[in-house]
């Protein structure tokens, strides 16, 4: 835990946040959710499907200003956010589509981010062309390419085979922690959440708020698949413990 207004890099206090529906009716979405993240920081976010996780996300990235509480971070922070749908310009080839966003494009570190995403040979391509595997692994590439201080990403891994997955999550791993980048991970999957948090938060939903928060003392580094497993189990017990359902996995 890290004291209310104290060095974190990353400050969330989301009071309320109500949609109103095409009926007219008042939503209310989030509920107090509150948490800060210290550099380096990887939380990962598990919750049912439609709680809310994406709403929270676009608050943080600053998408979505319709809200009561406030997102605290240092000025002149940078932010990479990966969807849930990888929203590439169909009209620009891979390589295109990450070179728009970089300010000052540095040919050893495009390459780099290409060959560590195993992109090297669809440079050329066109996101039409590409795989929903392919096409996350060039969203994520141009969210790194960047160079963000934090790294939003809303289910980077759903949909994929369990091969593939597994793959990308290495790769994911890998840039994160050569980075020291302050990530928030939105995932259907209590096994990414094992595998890649530093802190899982378990959300409830009908408002989302914050159920349960687990740190993860053990570095990602030196997690064995026990120590996996086991905190697999400890987060399925607080999921059932606060009766949220275990979808998608
Ligand atoms: N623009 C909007 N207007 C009205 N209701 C919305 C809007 N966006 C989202 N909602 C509703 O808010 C709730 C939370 O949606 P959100 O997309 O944040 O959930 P989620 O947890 O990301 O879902 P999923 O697991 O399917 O990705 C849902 O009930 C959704 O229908
Ligand atoms: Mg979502």
């Not at 929203?87 to 780099?112: A, F, G, I, Q």
């Not at 096409?135 to 091969?163: C, G, M, N, T, Y």
Request: hydrophobic share 45%; with cysteine; charged share 25%.
């Amino acid at each position: 835990m890290h004291p209310a207004g104290g060095s974190a890099l990353l400050e969330v206090k989301i009071d309320q946040k109500f949609f109103v529906t095409a009926a007219g009716e008042r939503l209310e979405v989030l509920r107090d959710v509150h948490f800060a993240l210290e550099r380096g920081d990887v939380a990962a976010f598990v919750g049912p499907s439609g709680c809310g996780k994406t709403t929270m996300l676009r608050i943080i990235a600053g998408l979505e200003r319709d809200y009561r509480g406030h997102i605290n971070h240092p000025s002149g922070i940078r932010l990479g956010m990966v969807f849930e749908e990888p929203r590439l310009l169909p009209w620009r080839s891979v390589e295109d589509n990450v070179r728009l966003v970089m300010r000052d494009v540095d040919e050893t570190r495009l390459s780099d981010l290409f060959s560590a995403l195993e992109l090297a040979e669809h440079r050329t391509h066109y996101p039409g062309e590409l795989s929903l595997g392919l096409a996350r692994r060039v969203a994520l590439a141009r969210a790194f390419a960047i160079a963000p201080d934090i790294l939003i990403l809303d289910e980077p891994l759903a949909s994929l085979d369990k091969i593939l997955a597994a793959r990308l999550r290495n790769e994911l791993i890998a840039l994160v922690d050569s980075r020291l980048l302050t990530t928030l991970l939105v995932t259907h999957d209590i096994s990414d959440a094992a595998r890649l948090g530093d802190r899982i938060f378990i959300l409830s939903a009908h408002p989302m708020c914050i159920a349960a928060q687990i740190p993860i003392p053990i570095p990602r580094k030196v997690r064995t698949e026990r120590d996996i497993e086991a905190i697999q189990f400890e987060v399925g017990q607080r999921m059932k413990e606060n009766a949220i359902p275990q979808d998608g996995s």
